[in-house]
């Protein structure tokens, strides 16, 4: 079994504004997550394992060019068994009233409390519903079901799907739409969950970002990604949100909210409704 390979960043106590950049760059760049510990000396040590050189390069890339500062390192560690080091601390994680994201091997054994089941196949690159920012967001998929907002027969777009939760939180609800990723294994991960989820007719998973879903208005729009990029996209995903469609924006701190909210403000958008958990936020127009 060959190594992982393990990127260490150590953010220094005299430095909290780089945990805040920190984070947001592992939220969009490592959703299966990292770990983080605080070292004697007041200092952060956060740590990413992967397989994959390729997103090794690019993360380190990332990280260094975003914390010039911070002390950023790669080395190997011996591999595992991925799944059954999952098995280890993996936990349902309920999401609004609706949903509740479990793995495979909980499918016979776990007490829904009468929330619908996301499966999620663990992986050593993509999400689990785990991070806030997903939670936030499949929670807001559930308040807009409640309130009749979401129904059936809409048709939704999740841009940056990663394993593509959001989608088959949608496609569970009796929706139909398109996910997208930029990231091919990203697309991959998405494909093989929907299969597990048996809603594979409902979901048109593309590699791409808003190129990909043009032809169409979208009841739904979902964008869990960072800050920056939701800025730099208003425009586009505004004119794929079809009038008085619900939109759903997150990967994004509290602090950078109101930067974001402005973003689509200005282009004729009113205030937005927030969920906030923690140091992140939602925001919602619906």
Request: aromatic letters at 6%; one cysteine or more.
């Amino acid at each position: 079994m060959s190594d992982l390979i393990r990127i260490s960043i150590v953010i220094a106590a005299d430095c909290p504004e780089d945990l805040e950049t920190v984070d947001a760059v592992l939220a969009l760049a490592v959703p299966f997550g990292w770990e983080e510990e605080s070292l004697p000396d007041g200092s952060v040590r956060l740590r990413v394992h992967t397989d994959n050189p390729a997103f090794c390069e690019q993360l380190l890339a990332t990280l260094r060019a975003e914390l010039p500062r911070a002390e950023v390192t790669r080395d190997s560690v011996p591999d595992t068994d991925w799944t059954l080091a999952w098995r280890d601390f993996f936990t349902p994680v309920a999401c609004g009233t609706h949903f509740m994201v479990i793995a495979p091997w909980m499918v016979a054994t776990v007490d829904l409390q009468g929330r619908i089941p996301i499966v999620i196949e663990p992986k050593t690159a993509f999400g689990t519903g785990h991070h806030p920012t997903t939670a936030l967001c499949l929670g807001s998929v559930s308040e807009l079901a409640a309130s009749g907002r979401l129904r059936g027969g809409l048709r939704f777009l999740d841009l940056g799907t990663g394993s593509g939760i959001l989608a088959i939180g949608c496609a569970k609800l009796g929706l139909t739409g398109v996910a997208t990723d930029i990231d091919m294994l990203a697309v991959e991960n998405a494909e093989e969950n929907r299969v597990i989820n048996a809603v594979a007719p409902a979901i048109d998973v593309r590699l791409g970002s808003t190129g990909v879903a043009q032809g169409e208005r979208y009841d739904v729009l979902l964008a869990n990604i960072l800050a920056q990029p939701l800025k730099d996209l208003a425009p586009d995903i505004l004119g794929l949100l079809a009038p008085g469609g619900c939109l759903v924006l997150s990967g994004l701190l509290a602090v950078q909210a109101d930067g974001v909210e402005a973003a689509y403000t200005s282009l004729g958008m009113p205030p937005a409704r927030r969920r906030v958990e923690g140091e992140w936020a939602a925001l919602i127009w619906e």
